[in-house]
C-alpha cells in the first residue's frame, strides 16, 4: 500500500458527460501528479501540482482540468468526454526532499470506461 | 527532449536464470532514472533509482540497474527470476526543469517468468 488513496475505482459513463477523479496523497507529501495510461499513448504525464499551485502542464487536454485543495488532496475533472478518453488515470505524490527525493508513489488508479 | 526506450515489449526467462529488461535514455545533463514495475490491476510500485553515485544501485526483492553513461542505458536485472517477478515494468527519466518532478517513462517491457 503506497498511501495514495483514489477514488472511484472504476467509473463508467457516455460520451459527452463530465466525471471528477479524486486523489488524497501521502501524508505529509505536497506534490500531486496525475498520469494518464491507455495501450496506445502508454504512460503519459498530465499535470502536477506544488501545494496548491499548478507546477507542470504535460499532454492535458484543455477539456480536462485539475486542482489541489489546502488539505493537498487533488481532483481531475474531465469533460466532454470522447471514447478515446478511456484510460487508467493515476495520481502519485512525493516528498520534498530527503532519502526518498524524486520517488513517486502511485495509487491505485482510477478505470475511465467511456461508452 | 528527454526520452526513454524501452526496446523490448516482451521478454521471456526460465525462473531461477538471470533476467535482463533493457532502458535507454536520451538527456541532455545528468540523468535521474527510475524503474517502477505494475502488477495486473495496481498501481505502479517503485523499484529503484539512480541519481548519483555508484553505477550499481540496488532496489526492492533483489532487483538492481547499472547505469552506463557512454551507452545511456539502465538496465534493469537480478540474478534469480522467480514467477512472482512477472508484472510489467517501467524505466522513466525525471524531467531536468528544477520546478517540477514529473516522471517520463518508457513504453513499458512485459517481463514473462515460466516456471
Known amino acids: 500500500d503506497s498511501g495514495v488513496t483514489q477514488t472511484p475505482k472504476h467509473l463508467i459513463t457516455a460520451t459527452g458527460q463530465r466525471v471528477t477523479l479524486r486523489c488524497s496523497p501521502r501524508?505529509?507529501?505536497?506534490?500531486v501528479y496525475w498520469y494518464q495510461q491507455s495501450l496506445d499513448q502508454g504512460l503519459q504525464f498530465l499535470i502536477q501540482y506544488y501545494n496548491g499551485e499548478e507546477r507542470a502542464k504535460g499532454n492535458i487536454l484543455e477539456r480536462f482540468s485539475a486542482q489541489q485543495f489546502p488539505d493537498l488532496h487533488s481532483e481531475l475533472n474531465l469533460s466532454s468526454l470522447e471514447l478515446g478518453d478511456s484510460a487508467l488515470y493515476f495520481c502519485?505524490?512525493?516528498?520534498?526532499?530527503?532519502?526518498?527525493?524524486?520517488?513517486?508513489?502511485f495509487g491505485p488508479g482510477t478505470r475511465l470506461t467511456v461508452l | 527532449a528527454q526520452s526513454v526506450a524501452q526496446p523490448e515489449d516482451q521478454v521471456n526467462v526460465a525462473e531461477g536464470n538471470p533476467l535482463t529488461v533493457k532502458c535507454t535514455y536520451s538527456?541532455?545533463?545528468?540523468?535521474?532514472l527510475f524503474w517502477y514495475v505494475q502488477y495486473p490491476n495496481r498501481g505502479l510500485q517503485f523499484l529503484l533509482k539512480y541519481i548519483t553515485g555508484d553505477n550499481l544501485v540496488k532496489g526492492s526483492y533483489g532487483f538492481e540497474a547499472e547505469f552506463n553513461k557512454s551507452q545511456t542505458s539502465f538496465h534493469l536485472k537480478k540474478p534469480s527470476a522467480l514467477v512472482s517477478d512477472s508484472a510489467l515494468y517501467f524505466c522513466?527519466?525525471?524531467?531536468?526543469?528544477?520546478?517540477?518532478?514529473?516522471?517520463?517513462f518508457g513504453q513499458g517491457t512485459t517481463l514473462q517468468v515460466k516456471p
Open positions: 522513466a527519466v525525471r524531467a531536468l526543469s528544477s520546478n517540477t518532478g514529473k516522471l517520463i
Open positions: 501524508s505529509g507529501d505536497l506534490s
Open positions: 538527456v541532455s545533463g545528468n540523468p535521474y
Open positions: 502519485a505524490s512525493s516528498v520534498a526532499g530527503g532519502a526518498r527525493w524524486g520517488e513517486q508513489f
